[in-house]
């Protein structure tokens, strides 16, 4: 009897052994794997990021054409004025 309980008390040691060791390599397969995807998730923000960017610099760009279009019809108008100015002054005069 007594190496019948020597036998199991080995086995079961074995046991517990054993588990603690696979949840330990689950433990770590999951902390990789947590890692991967995390570093998965860092690099689609950046890349969203560098998108956004994309867009804000061409925005800013046709914003700046349609300031100057804008500055081009103002300076148009201004001289429209000039010339309407002028010529009422030559229909006053005749």
Request: net charge neutral; with cysteine; hydrophobic share 40%.
């Given at each position: 009897?007594d190496?019948l309980?020597?036998?199991?008390?080995?086995?079961s040691?074995i046991?517990?052994?054993s588990?603690i060791?696979f949840?330990?390599?689950?433990?770590?397969?999951?902390a990789?794997?947590d890692?991967?995807q995390?570093?998965k998730?860092?690099?689609?923000?950046?890349?969203d990021?560098?998108?956004?960017?994309?867009?804000?610099?061409?925005v800013e760009?046709?914003?700046n054409k349609?300031?100057?279009r804008y500055?081009?019809?103002?300076?148009?108008l201004a001289?429209v004025e000039?010339?309407?100015?002028?010529?009422t002054?030559?229909?006053?005069?005749f």
């Amino acid at each position: 009897m007594d190496s019948l309980t020597i036998i199991v008390s080995i086995i079961s040691i074995i046991g517990t052994i054993s588990s603690i060791t696979f949840a330990y390599f689950a433990f770590k397969r999951n902390a990789l794997n947590d890692k991967q995807q995390e570093s998965k998730n860092d690099g689609i923000v950046i890349s969203d990021i560098g998108y956004i960017k994309a867009c804000v610099d061409r925005v800013e760009k046709n914003l700046n054409k349609v300031d100057e279009r804008y500055r081009n019809i103002l300076e148009r108008l201004a001289k429209v004025e000039e010339s309407v100015a002028n010529l009422t002054k030559r229909v006053d005069e005749f």
